[in-house]
């Protein structure tokens, strides 16, 4: 090989040596953004031109007029800050609840007030999901919530009918042991 080519080669992969961090830098950008954190009945489905945004997942594949969009996504819209604040007093619980578990010494009496706490922020946003839930069925035509229905049962048949339990006593391997 003569020091013409070699140099030719050595240039060749020096440059690809410096251009493959840029190359790497460049991929998140030809990838999708991620999508904000909202609750999964809350969340935007890729991909689906149809469904306006802001509109629960569970009613895709519904043909909904865009009245209902509206209204749905009316009731949707007006509930973010009450959905925000419950977020917020639900992960400053969960950090109390952290700090607890790593003091120096348990406060039983504490713990159990946090516990109540984020007892009653949980329950709170199950029934406005409930709720809300109700008012999207009230906007729904009778054949819309016939299909949602089906479609509720459809998904259902995919669920596993019974946990998976395993108990180390049932196991042919031995429990792992910490020394």
Not at 18 to 40: C, E, I, K, M, R
Not at 93 to 106: N, R, V
Not at 138 to 161: D, M
């Amino acid at each position: 090989m003569n020091t013409s080519t070699l140099y030719k080669l050595t240039l060749a992969i020096g440059l690809l040596g410096l251009s493959l961090p840029l190359l790497l830098q460049a991929q998140p950008l030809l990838q999708d953004s991620p999508t904000p954190l909202l609750p999964h009945h809350m969340a935007p489905i890729p991909g689906d031109n149809k469904q306006g945004p802001g509109l629960p997942a569970y009613l895709r594949g519904l043909d909904l007029s865009e009245a209902q969009e509206d209204q749905i996504f009316a009731l949707m819209h007006d509930q973010i800050p009450a959905l925000r604040e419950q977020q917020k007093q639900r992960r400053h619980a969960l950090e109390d609840l952290d700090a607890l578990a790593k003091a120096p010494s348990f406060d039983e009496r504490k713990a159990q007030q946090l516990a109540e706490k984020l007892s009653e922020i949980e329950k709170q946003f199950v029934l406005s999901r409930v709720h809300n839930d109700f008012k999207i069925n009230g906007i729904l035509t009778a054949e819309q919530r016939k299909q949602l229905e089906e479609t509720k049962a459809q998904f259902g048949k995919h669920k596993p009918q019974e946990p998976v339990k395993f108990t180390p006593q049932n196991s042919k391997k031995p429990a792992l042991t910490l020394i």
